[in-house]
């Protein structure tokens, strides 16, 4: 959507054009939490394309990203996302005032020529891709595919927990993992950071799929991980955890959530040569494109995960891959059906109300999450 620098009020009456303003938290800069401030005044943003959703925001939800991108993480490539032209040096726009906030369950207020999908009145939620305005506003403009219908079964609240953590567990488990609905049955996947957003929707979405599921996490997390369907829970913390987790027999699959030391550990617990995967989210491309610059960061990446994923074929027969988000509406359709067949439950652990989004940051950059932080919009 276009950013304006004014803003007019109250210019036509179909809902899409009754203001051209509208309340949200911004950035102007990168920063830590003293950075979002609260405006009216930010321009509404208009279906601009066939293909395009208008949605008032009645929820949205925080993840990790929102807090490193408060601080600039990313800001190369996604920059590269917004304007492709800005490859070329030159000033191509700025990201500013950027809006974060990356889930969204609301109502289509306005749609695209296109667009048959959805329609005025229908409620969606989605997942917002961190390269456009994000959902801490009173509306978000995404595209069809983005888009799907919210289930019924569970509130604006509820379900602004899932799009984002599904659509990046999916993405991770189904086309890193090679996992999917129809091949999961005679599966053991170890799921490290269990109690965190990722790991309680990606414990049940295995568990709906027939998988054997192993979570790590911390002591005071087990029950929740096991009242998700986890079959065994290792506390990451105990003196003997890696040796818990060595005895047990290898995994098909590992959806890393935490890397750093974790990764060479889970590594080592894979089924030798029989096509296991190991997935971690944790990656450094977004630091190295940061850091480096665009050119060498995105090689630097390239070459560090070539030369691991060789390594780990020919010493352990294993593969080694990096999980990223991907946005897709269709998949979050299946979830959706998931989710009214009680098979997904969001499990959201606090909610904040608009105006104390600050707060939900705060919550949040504490750490320790047990599933997801929310914020209610409308
Ligand atoms: P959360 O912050 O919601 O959850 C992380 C969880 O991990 C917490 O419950 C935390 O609880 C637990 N934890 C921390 N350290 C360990 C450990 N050593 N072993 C086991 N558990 C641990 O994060 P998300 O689930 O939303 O995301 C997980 C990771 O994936 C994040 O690093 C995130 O940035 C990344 N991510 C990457 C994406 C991509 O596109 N590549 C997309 C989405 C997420 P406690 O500390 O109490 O144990």
């Given amino acids: 959507a276009g950013w304006s620098l004014s803003c007019r009020r109250n210019v036509s009456s179909s809902p899409s054009r009754l203001q051209?303003?509208?309340?949200?938290?911004?950035?102007?800069?990168?920063?830590?939490?003293?950075?979002?401030?609260?405006?009216?005044?930010i321009p509404v943003p208009t279906v601009n394309s066939p293909s395009d959703v208008m949605i008032k925001v009645y929820a949205a939800s925080l993840n990790p990203l929102d807090i490193a991108m408060r601080g600039g993480y990313g800001a190369t490539l996604l920059k590269l996302k917004r304007h492709p032209m800005s490859v070329l040096g030159s000033d191509y726009g700025s990201e500013f005032p950027l809006i974060l906030g990356r889930d969204v369950s609301g109502v289509v207020?306005?749609?695209?020529?296109?667009?048959?999908?959805?329609?005025?009145?229908?409620?969606?939620?989605?997942?917002?891709?961190?390269?456009?305005?994000?959902?801490?506003?009173?509306?978000?403009?995404?595209?069809?595919?983005e888009v799907s219908h919210k289930p019924k079964s569970v509130s604006h609240a509820e379900a602004a927990s899932i799009p984002y953590v599904a659509n990046t567990a999916l993405s991770a488990l189904v086309?890193?993992?090679?996992?999917?609905?129809?091949?999961?049955?005679?599966?053991?996947?170890?799921?490290?950071?269990?109690?965190?957003?990722?790991?309680?929707?990606?414990?049940?979405?295995?568990?709906?799929?027939?998988?054997?599921?192993?979570?790590?996490?911390?002591?005071?997390?087990?029950?929740l991980v096991r009242g998700l369907g986890a079959d065994e829970v290792v506390d990451y913390t105990a003196e003997d955890a890696s040796e818990q987790l060595e005895m047990m027999e290898k995994f098909d699959v590992v959806l890393d959530n935490v890397g750093g030391e974790t990764e060479q550990l889970a590594l080592g617990l894979l089924k030798p040569w029989s096509g296991a995967k190991y997935v971690t989210l944790v990656t450094p491309l977004l630091l190295n494109t940061d850091s480096m610059g665009l050119l060498n960061g995105m090689c630097q990446a390239g070459s560090s995960l070539q030369s691991k994923?060789?390594?780990?074929?020919?010493?352990?027969?294993?593969?080694?891959?990096?999980?990223?988000?991907?946005?897709?509406?269709?998949?979050?359709d299946d979830v959706s059906r998931l989710v009214d067949a009680g098979k997904i439950l969001p499990v959201v652990e606090a909610q904040f109300p608009f105006t104390q989004v600050p707060q939900a940051f705060q919550k949040l950059e504490q750490g320790h999450a047990r599933g997801k932080t929310v914020v209610r919009v409308t």
């Fill in 20 to 41: 051209s303003c509208m309340p949200g938290w911004v950035i102007d800069q990168y920063g830590t939490n003293g950075v979002l401030t609260y405006t009216e005044d």
């Fill in 109 to 145: 207020v306005d749609c695209g020529s296109e667009v048959t999908h959805v329609a005025p009145g229908d409620e969606v939620w989605a997942a917002v891709p961190p390269w456009k305005q994000g959902s801490l506003a009173e509306f978000v403009t995404l595209t069809e595919y």
């Fill in 309 to 332: 994923a060789i390594q780990n074929i020919i010493s352990g027969g294993v593969f080694y891959r990096w999980g990223f988000y991907a946005p897709d509406g269709p998949a979050l």
């Fill in 175 to 223: 086309n890193a993992g090679g996992l999917c609905r129809d091949s999961s049955s005679n599966k053991r996947v170890l799921i490290t950071g269990g109690s965190g957003g990722v790991g309680t929707f990606s414990i049940q979405l295995l568990k709906a799929w027939g998988a054997h599921v192993t979570v790590t996490c911390s002591q005071n997390a087990e029950g």
